[in-house]
């Protein structure tokens, strides 16, 4: 079964704190993403990498910093962390030949 | 400006009746819509799709209708049963990936409740 996993479920980090977040995918995808879901404002897209060492930023990526040194596994870091990045951050990945994701189980951050 | 607009936040439907959810959408190269399932602190999942090529496609329960020219598709899930109540997200594709015309566009999702 293929699989998209993010190393925690849930995380509680403090202000300032440098936190990163892990995506591991056993797919062999080119294409990775990171995204994070707020109520009443759907899925917004942070980071996205079409390759290796390959990197581009989507609509939100303020406070954000991505990277992606192996094909697998594409990890997302808060610099800085304050308390407007809690939320539920999902990593989904894809590949070249097909149009739909698959998804993490998510990682729900609260920053306090 | 977004390009996929689901209008109905949430929706309440009585268990065995249809649920119907709405999408519209702006850009007229989209060619690919997806719809995704989405349970609290889970990922999405993927559901049903249906490419321009067609304007129907039925998968079980749940059939997903397009219509080009009002740029509008729909999602049925007949009947309905408590354990759809989940977050749905409608998406759409302009092509191939390796470049941003080929990401996913979503919606910001509609809540459907089906009570027993």
């Known amino acids: 079964d293929v699989k998209v996993t993010q190393s925690s479920r849930y995380l509680v980090k403090r202000t300032g704190e440098k936190v990163f977040l892990e995506c591991v995918q056993d797919?062999?995808?080119?294409?990775m993403f990171w995204y994070r879901q707020d109520p009443g404002l759907g899925l917004r897209l942070i980071y996205f990498?079409?390759?290796?060492?390959?990197?581009e930023k989507g609509d939100i990526p303020e406070g954000y910093s991505v990277s992606r040194e192996k094909k697998e596994r594409f990890s997302l870091i808060l610099e800085s962390a304050s308390t407007n990045q809690t939320s539920m951050y999902l990593c989904?990945?894809?590949?070249?030949?097909?149009?739909?994701?698959?998804f993490g189980s998510g990682t729900r951050l609260t920053v306090v | 400006d977004q390009q996929v607009k689901q209008n109905s936040p949430s929706l309440s439907v009585q268990e065995g009746r249809i649920s119907i959810l709405n999408c519209d959408y702006t850009?007229?190269?989209?060619?690919?819509f997806l719809w995704y399932k989405k349970y609290p602190a889970e990922g999405p999942t993927f559901l049903i799709s249906?490419?321009?090529?067609?304007d129907k496609n039925e998968d079980g329960r749940f059939t997903v209708f397009l219509n080009k020219s009002a740029k509008h598709l729909s999602l049925h899930i007949v009947p309905s049963q408590p354990g759809d109540s989940a977050v749905y997200f409608c998406?759409?594709?302009?092509?191939?990936?390796?470049?941003?015309?080929?990401?996913?566009?979503f919606g910001k999702g509609t809540k459907l409740s089906v009570k027993p």
């Open positions: 797919m062999d995808h080119e294409n």
């Open positions: 998406a759409a594709s302009a092509g191939y990936f390796g470049g941003s015309q080929g990401n996913l566009i």
């Open positions: 989904a990945s894809t590949s070249t030949a097909l149009y739909g994701y698959t």
């Open positions: 990498s079409y390759d290796v060492k390959m990197k």
């Open positions: 850009n007229s190269m989209f060619d690919y």
């Open positions: 249906i490419s321009s090529i067609k």
